[in-house]
């Protein structure tokens, strides 16, 4: 995918309700400054003008975050009732994600989980950054977990990497990519958490790709899997040696899986045989939920989910 312009948003999921994009790779979803010429917001009110809702500071309400560097796939609600049902289900863990990385070194196992708590960083000049539990100056951990499966072997520019797929199963900041580094194994062109050489201002972009993307709103199931940017048709430094498992079968896997209930873990919409749930099923909101859900809506935030 070339670097972003205004012009080349690429849609991957379109409704009355909902867009996924796949989103450019160091790029902002939206700024209040002037210096930034380019955002995510800007792209789609080039793209969609008539989509932009003025009761809204940026235009358009996100349904979740990607950083700067992470590429991949976005959902963007298109109104107020649907970005409610998109915070349900992120709010009641209902929501599947997975990336694509490639990370240094040749992990040796198929399958791990990762489950390091991770906090705030309060050491001088680290404040904006996270860290896993038992880390000096580590502030407020919460209990985090990471599935990660290795599709391949190989080098990049000469140096062992490996080619992940990561799901992130709960939602804290920078997650993918602390857990990754304290794995040992961290992400190709991470500034923040990469290796202390230099070596990570080598590539031309930090190699973390929002992957697929499934949203099973009672309305409608919001899924998107976007193309993988990590081939070596598209980028000559990348060179997979060793297919550990393929990508097309995980794929499959992914969208075969049920959906967690909101409490139980029961199939969910996105299930064929399961029938979408009725107008008013389901316990009512309590008067704290729903000032919860009406001040999400005010804005549109949510904690970034890698």
Not at 211 to 235: G, H, K, M
Request: charge should be negative; hydrophobic fraction near 35%.
């Amino acid at each position: 995918m070339e670097p972003g312009s205004v012009e080349n948003l690429s849609i991957v999921y379109q409704s009355s309700d909902f867009l996924v994009v796949n989103k450019h790779w160091d790029l902002r979803i939206d700024c209040k400054t002037w210096r930034e010429t380019l955002t995510l917001q800007k792209q789609l009110r080039h793209r969609f003008p008539e989509l932009a809702d003025p009761d809204t500071c940026y235009g358009f309400r996100f349904c979740h975050q990607l950083d700067f560097s992470t590429s991949g796939a976005l959902c963007v609600a298109l109104n107020k009732a649907a970005a409610g049902s998109a915070y349900r289900c992120f709010k009641e863990r209902r929501v599947t994600k997975a990336y694509l990385a490639l990370v240094r070194g040749h992990i040796q196992e198929s399958q791990l989980t990762v489950s390091y708590a991770i906090g705030r960083n309060s050491m001088e000049g680290r404040t904006h950054t996270m860290c896993i539990e038992g880390t000096q100056g580590c502030e407020n951990p919460k209990p985090s977990l990471t599935e990660l499966l290795v599709l391949e072997h190989g080098l990049y520019d000469g140096n062992p990497v490996s080619k992940v797929l990561l799901k992130p199963l709960t939602g804290r900041t920078h997650q993918l990519r602390v857990h990754c580094s304290a794995l040992g194994h961290p992400i190709v062109g991470d500034l923040t958490y990469g290796q202390a050489t230099g070596q990570e201002d080598q590539p031309f972009r930090m190699m973390l790709h929002a992957f697929y993307l499934r949203i099973p709103t009672l309305a409608e199931c919001v899924e998107a899997c976007t193309p993988d940017p990590f081939l070596s048709t598209l980028d000559a430094c990348w060179c997979p040696h060793t297919l550990v498992q393929p990508l097309d079968e995980l794929v499959q896997t992914l969208r075969a899986a049920p959906d967690p209930g909101p409490m139980d873990g029961d199939p969910g919409p996105c299930s064929p045989s399961v029938p979408l749930p009725g107008p008013g099923q389901g316990p009512p909101e309590t008067e704290a939920q729903q000032t919860s859900c009406l001040q999400w809506l005010s804005e549109w935030t949510l904690e970034p989910d890698n």
